[in-house]
């Protein structure tokens, strides 16, 4: 799956205007505005409780500076051709699902929740460490999904519970995709008890020392690719149809 934060850093360093973030909640129409001037920054923590918004379609990219969160709970974002993504977020960032429904129609639409990216510890300067995600009770539409906590660095750590999860893109690839770490070491995903489609691929993985569990699912449509990297460990278990670990396929 090509990453779309490095494609959006591309984006930001042509200076999309950025509204600030704030401490205070906002419900879930207020960041619809706010993402209409392309760019939501998030600095410490941005609670958004409830409401319903409809983004328009483009691209709603979200900076997150050091340690900050981005928490959604009881919130619903609708959409057509929208580009949700995280394009900017360095250590110990945070991201939050709760109750939350997150569906764009539009075949060019993306969701990449992605605290910890984009670039990874190889650029200088950044340190994109101990990324944070969970998505619990709450479902995510678009061509596009990606759940992803400190995608090119290490020690990222992603949670889906109780979450139903659809990827309607077939171009091939993995359109739907729960990873951490997936170039960096230590990561760790937990799936569980959640239904997953995609209209090519499934792929639940974490890279070196990695820690991939995969518990209680349904796999809406196959093929689903459990695995993880050199010295890590990955349990695929009780899950609908019964899916077993598979070796590392390479990206």
């Known amino acids: 799956m090509k990453k779309l934060g490095t494609v959006l850093a591309v984006v930001l ?4 205007s950025a509204p600030a973030g704030a401490n205070a909640p906002i419900n879930a129409a207020v960041f619809a505005a706010d993402c209409a001037d392309g760019t939501v920054v998030v600095d410490g923590t941005m ?5 319903v918004g409809v983004i328009r379609d483009g691209i709603c990219a979200v900076q997150m500076t050091p340690h900050s969160r981005l928490f959604f709970r009881d919130a619903r974002l609708l959409g057509a051709d929208v ?7 360095q250590q110990h960032t945070r991201v939050e699902a709760l109750r939350t429904s997150i569906e764009f129609t539009g075949a060019e639409s993306a969701i990449q929740l992605s605290p910890g990216c984009c670039a990874g510890d190889p650029e200088e300067g950044r340190d994109e460490r101990y990324g ?13 999904v990606e759940v992803s906590a400190s995608y090119a660095s290490s020690h990222g750590q992603t949670f889906v519970k109780r979450s139903r999860i659809v990827a309607t893109h077939t171009d091939g690839l993995a359109s739907l995709r729960i990873t951490a770490s997936n170039t960096g070491s230590h990561g760790h995903v937990l799936v569980e008890d959640s239904d997953l489609r995609s209209g090519d691929a499934i792929r639940i993985d974490t890279f070196e020392r990695g820690r ?3 518990l209680r699912n349904r796999f809406l449509s196959e093929p689903a690719l459990i695995y993880t990297g050199p010295r890590g460990t990955c349990i695929s278990r009780h899950n609908v149809p019964e899916t077993p670990c598979v070796a590392h396929p390479g990206d």
């Not at 580009?83 to 977020?89: C, G, K, N, R, T």
């Not at 944070?132 to 678009?142: K, P, Q, R, Y």
């Open 47 to 51: 609670n958004v409780f409830g409401g």
């Open 83 to 89: 580009f949700l993504v995280i394009a900017d977020a």
């Open 13 to 16: 360093a042509l200076g999309a």
């Open 212 to 214: 991939t569990l995969a």
């Open 132 to 144: 944070w995600v969970e998505i619990i009770d709450s479902s995510l539409h678009a061509a596009t």
